[in-house]
């Protein structure tokens, strides 16, 4: 109710309690020190840590006291292995870590700490768990806590933690990176202002916070744009999505200029052929006060990271400086605060699939897309039919779909297909 009414009243989603670990708060949250996460291990192990981050609004730094934490794994594939005292991950990310358990028999603090990037006050909570070595030893001090876990505004470790990700590259297990681009857009993510009419924006009372991307903020169609694509229903979406923002600007300035901070709502979407490449630079913004890191996701594919840097990007010089050899291949990475992140694919699984900044309180305001990928000429290269035995959403009368501003928009039991 809480989030509903934030987002219906254009305020900050509220924060929550605390971090959690499996579950349990941990020893630096006020009430619940007795429940706190418990791992034994044996000593002179390697165990593998796969670590997801379930917040719903914030990038985490992760740690564990005495250790270090050496990554294999990102969103379910293999990188080229490195050792870090402590990692960033973002909203949605996934890790897949090996510790060695080559201390002191003891008692270690896991643990994580918000980053904020953003120009709002620091979250000071700290999520933990303790790990525990097994044997006979005498242990009474406190837990060992990752002094390696860096300060909530330390953007240098974030960026620092990111750009370490390579995929493997190698001959057994070669990059697919496009190095051929078919399709180019730049995509504005930024905050901005909503009016009721962009013909009558100086209406203040009628604005609304919004996110957006190239000044378009994402509206739920009232009927799912999967069935409407392939139903061919119209009305729906329209395919017209910008593959450039309506005005070029100085994206790392705290602008208050209208022409640049008023957004439009729309369902517009961008229609890709079966097998292009397509590279996407995202640009961030701090107009309206609001910059800060935004963790792009792509549903349906991972994307090749080929470039990331800080400040307003620069199709002529950065470019010379992509990273083809060994890309990150994941399905969520950050746009640094001021600074700018360049992705390829290959658009190779046909469908509808939504794009968007993983954190909630952008993503409930329009910070998203949905690239439509049609088929190819094989019935191997095309989205298979719904199954005849596709369940009908029954029941469920009382359930509604809402749209950002707490209007409903559709009832549940609508059938799907
Ligand atoms: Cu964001």
Same mark, same amino acid.
């Given at each position: ?184 857009? %730049? =995509? @504005?993510?930024?905050? *901005?202002? /909503?009016?009721?009419?962009? &013909?009558?924006? !100086? ?69 890709l052929e079966y097998n292009e490449s397509v590279e996407v630079v995202f640009q961030g913004s ?46 969520? %990475? =950050? @746009?640094?605060?001021? *600074?700018? /992140?360049?992705?390829?694919? &290959?658009?190779? !699984? ?68």
């Amino acid at each position: 109710m809480e989030v509903e009414m934030a987002l219906a009243t254009g305020h900050s989603i509220p924060r929550s309690s605390g971090y959690l670990i499996n579950g349990e708060l941990g020893d630096f949250a006020n009430c619940s020190n007795e429940t706190t996460h418990r791992w034994q291990v044996d000593y002179g192990k390697t165990y593998l840590l796969r670590i997801v981050n379930a917040v719903v609004d914030d990038e985490l730094f992760f740690a564990i006291g005495g250790h270090n934490l050496t990554i294999i794994g990102v969103d379910a594939a293999y990188v080229k292995p490195f050792t870090a005292s402590y990692i960033l991950i973002s909203p949605g990310q996934t890790m897949d870590v090996l510790i060695t358990t080559d201390r002191p028999l003891g008692h270690y603090y896991m643990a994580s700490r918000q980053y904020k990037s953003g120009n709002n006050a620091p979250d000071l909570n700290i999520g933990s768990a303790i790990i525990e070595y097994a044997g006979e030893y005498n242990f009474s001090q406190s837990p060992v806590f990752p002094n390696s876990l860096p300060d909530n505004a330390d953007s240098v470790a974030a960026i620092n933690s990111a750009s370490l990700i390579r995929s493997l590259g190698s001959e057994d297990y070669p990059v697919d990176v496009p190095r051929d681009v078919n399709t180019r857009m %730049f =995509i @504005v993510v930024s905050m *901005g202002e /909503l009016c009721t009419n962009r &013909t009558n924006c !100086n209406v203040t009372a009628a604005n609304k916070r919004a996110a957006s991307m190239n000044n378009i903020s994402w509206t739920n169609p009232t009927v799912d744009i999967l069935k409407a694509y392939y139903r061919n229903l119209s009305g729906y979406y329209t395919a017209d999505f910008p593959e450039w923002p309506p005005i070029m600007y100085n994206f790392t300035a705290n602008l208050n200029d209208p022409n640049v901070y008023i957004t439009d709502q729309g369902t517009k979407v961008k229609v890709l052929e079966y097998n292009e490449s397509v590279e996407v630079v995202f640009q961030g913004s701090s107009i309206k006060d609001g910059s800060g890191v935004h963790p792009m996701h792509m549903h349906g594919y991972s994307f090749h990271v080929v470039g990331m840097g800080y400040g307003i990007f620069n199709n002529e010089t950065d470019p010379l400086t992509y990273n083809l050899v060994d890309p990150p291949k994941v399905n969520t %990475f =950050i @746009v640094p605060k001021d *600074g700018w /992140l360049a992705i390829r694919f &290959t658009a190779s !699984n046909p469908g509808v699939w939504i794009w968007h900044c993983h954190l909630d309180g952008h993503f409930s305001r329009g910070m998203a897309t949905v690239f439509i990928v049609k088929n190819g000429d094989t019935k191997e290269t095309s989205l298979r039919p719904p199954p005849s035995n596709m369940p009908r959403c029954t029941g469920l009368s009382n359930m509604h779909i809402r749209n950002w501003n707490n209007t409903i928009r559709a009832d549940a039991n609508e059938q799907y297909f």
